[in-house]
């Protein structure tokens, strides 16, 4: 799933759980997979050795096109990052604040995972390795909707409201 889409329920979980930031990473992180194990929409990256219809499991090539991937990527997690400050509004006035806040262990946890991914194409040595064939296999399980360019996106943003509205209704 996009990284937006996985630090607002990275955040909203360590919310939802008042979760201190050990707790938080690990739901964050526990959530990446579940998210992922749901049939979804990725966004084309075309730097993926595999191309569109064979997602990038092995590697990404550095050009043109990773460049242009890069800026999608950087804005999904910039996305993400805007909607969870603006939603649930944590307090950091200091760099403390941050670093012992549960909401940014959270967000840390939902897209760690695919920032190891691209680790692993750059490096492929353990513990990346046992890493990614992990994530792939979760990956695998469900019959992704990338074709679906409407419907795929929708289901993420409906999943991103859900979790705006909800999660503060909870506390
Ligand atoms: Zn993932």
Not at 2 to 17: F, Y
Not at 60 to 70: A, E, P, S
Not at 113 to 123: A, V
Not at 147 to 159: E, H, K, M, S, V
């Amino acid at each position: 799933m996009t990284l937006s889409v996985h630090s607002v329920v990275g955040a909203g979980l360590s919310v939802l759980a008042r979760a201190n930031p050990l707790t938080a990473f690990v739901m964050g992180l526990f959530s990446h997979f579940v998210l992922d194990a749901i049939p979804h929409w990725d966004y084309p990256l075309k730097s993926g050795s595999g191309g569109r219809s064979a997602p990038m499991y092995e590697d990404m090539v550095i050009g043109r096109d990773f460049v242009f991937d890069l800026l999608k990527i950087i804005a999904d997690a910039l996305l993400g990052i805007t909607l969870v400050m603006f939603v649930f509004k944590p307090e950091f006035r200091s760099l403390a604040d941050i670093l012992t806040s549960g909401i940014f262990w959270g967000v840390v946890g939902g897209m760690l995972p695919d920032f190891l991914q691209f680790l692993y194409f750059k490096i492929k040595k353990e513990p990346l390795i046992a890493f990614q064939h992990f994530h792939t296999w979760i990956h695998e399980k469900e019959k992704k909707l990338n074709d679906r360019n409407i419907i795929g996106p929708a289901l993420q943003i409906a999943l991103i409201i859900f979790c705006i509205y909800l999660v503060p209704l909870s506390l």
